[in-house]
């Protein structure tokens, strides 16, 4: 979850003003959260007091927890629908297909204990507001890489999974970097922030992968941060650098989070 809160934090300067070069500073005055960081933090909230065994139940529990902290922050960047969907007294989904679904969801895939959990649980959470079939597939394809990253799984595996499942990965960062333009949906954004993961060398590079490629760039960099903090684990400078970016509400759910998963026994992030 820290790798999808760095990703959002490094990326948000960069949002609206994008910067196709690797080379950067991670953190300045100009980094924040944004609804990307608050909406993940939220649904690590939900399965915390809904466990991970009854759909209904972790459904119910996301959209009181998305609501009762989004609340909170107004202006934290949220889309016209889904700032609708927060303040709303009866929120109902809303046939979205945007990259939301897949940004907020790497909770789900650290509290599943199999690939069919990854599955099942970022549909729970996922279809409270993104019920269309491609914001669907991209929150699933999204844990199913989390998932296999924290399991052991290869880049190879992890590439040949999502592209014989989810998306066809034929193309570089490099090659589709000069034309790439700001998208929101999960269809131009999950593949693309997959790619990114899967040719960086370390976290670092993947944020920095991911940042170089233009675009929504907080929610790639937070999409690929969340599959490579299961696979490379993150540098302790980077993660304390980054806590610092939280407010106590935000940071005392991190910290309980960390507390829930040792509790339960949930397998760490390889180091």
Excluded at 3 to 30: C, W
Excluded at 131 to 142: R, S
Excluded at 212 to 233: M, V
Aim: hydrophobic fraction near 40%; include cysteine.
């Amino acid at each position: 979850m820290l790798g999808a809160i760095i990703g959002d934090i490094v990326g948000s300067r960069f949002e609206f003003n994008n910067h196709r070069s690797k080379t950067f500073d991670l953190f300045t005055r100009s980094c924040h959260v944004t609804d990307d960081s608050i909406m993940t933090l939220a649904l690590a909230r939900a399965i915390m007091n809904a466990g991970t065994q009854d759909d209904e139940r972790l459904a119910a529990a996301a959209v009181a927890a998305m609501q009762e902290i989004g609340r909170k922050y107004p202006l934290c960047g949220f889309g016209m629908r889904f700032a609708q969907w927060v303040e709303s007294a009866h929120p109902a989904p809303y046939n979205s297909y945007g990259n939301g679904a897949a940004m907020r969801v790497s909770p789900a895939a650290i509290a599943a204990r199999t690939r069919e959990d990854a599955i099942r649980l970022a549909r729970a959470v996922t279809a409270i507001t993104h019920n269309h079939p491609e914001g669907l597939k991209g929150a699933q394809a999204t844990a199913i890489a989390i998932f296999m990253a924290r399991s052991g799984a290869g880049k190879e595996d992890i590439r040949d999974h999502i592209h014989r499942h989810y998306y066809p990965l034929d193309f570089t960062i490099d090659e589709i970097r000069p034309t790439y333009t700001f998208n929101e949906t999960c269809q131009k954004t999950v593949p693309q922030a997959i790619e990114a993961f899967l040719e960086s060398d370390s976290f670092e590079d993947s944020i920095r992968t991911a940042i170089s490629l233009g675009g929504d760039s907080d929610t790639l960099a937070a999409i690929t941060g969340s599959i490579a903090e299961a696979f490379y684990g993150i540098p302790d400078d980077l993660a304390k650098t980054a806590l610092t970016y939280l407010d106590t509400r935000l940071r005392t759910i991190y910290d309980e989070w960390g507390t829930f998963l040792a509790g339960n026994g949930f397998t760490p992030p390889r180091a």
